[in-house]
C-alpha cells in the first residue's frame, strides 16, 4: 500500500518561506524519482522540483534560484524548501513517486499524494 503524504502547507506573505514535507510509505523510496508539483484552478499540474535516487536535483525555471529540494532517506521524507515566495507560487502543491525518467513532466510519475496548499499574499 503506497502512500505519499504532503504537509507544511500555509499562508505566508510575499518573501516569505516554507517548508513542505513528503512522507512516503509502501515503496522503496530512495530507489525512485521524486517530485514537486504544483496545480492551481484550471491548468494542468506544472512541474517545479524534482530528486532522483542518487540526490541530483532538477528545478523549473520559475522556481531555480529560490526552491530546494532534498531527501532524508533515513526518514523516508522529501522536501521542498521555499524561499523568496512570490504571488505566483500560490498553488497546491503535489509530491509525487515515479520509477522513469526523472523530469518534471506528470506522465512520469505514478504514486501521488493528496496535496497541500500554499497561498502567499
Known amino acids: 500500500h503506497v502512500q505519499l503524504v504532503e504537509s507544511g502547507g500555509g499562508s505566508v506573505q510575499t518573501g516569505g518561506s516554507l517548508r513542505l514535507s513528503c512522507e512516503v510509505s509502501?515503496?522503496?523510496?530512495?530507489?525512485?524519482?521524486m517530485g514537486w508539483f504544483r496545480q492551481v484552478p484550471g491548468k494542468d499540474h506544472e512541474g517545479v522540483a524534482a530528486v532522483d535516487s542518487d540526490g541530483s536535483p532538477t528545478y523549473a525555471a520559475s522556481v531555480k534560484g529560490r526552491f530546494a529540494v532534498s531527501k532524508d532517506n533515513a526518514k523516508n521524507t522529501m522536501y521542498l524548501q521555499m524561499n523568496s515566495l512570490k504571488l505566483e507560487d500560490t498553488a497546491t502543491y503535489y509530491c509525487?513517486?515515479?520509477?522513469?525518467?526523472?523530469?518534471?513532466?506528470?506522465?512520469?510519475?505514478?504514486?501521488w499524494g493528496q496535496g497541500t496548499q500554499v497561498t502567499v499574499s
Open positions: 509525487a513517486a515515479g520509477s522513469q525518467l526523472c523530469n518534471l513532466l506528470p506522465v512520469n510519475f505514478g504514486y
Open positions: 509502501g515503496i522503496d523510496y530512495s530507489t525512485y524519482c
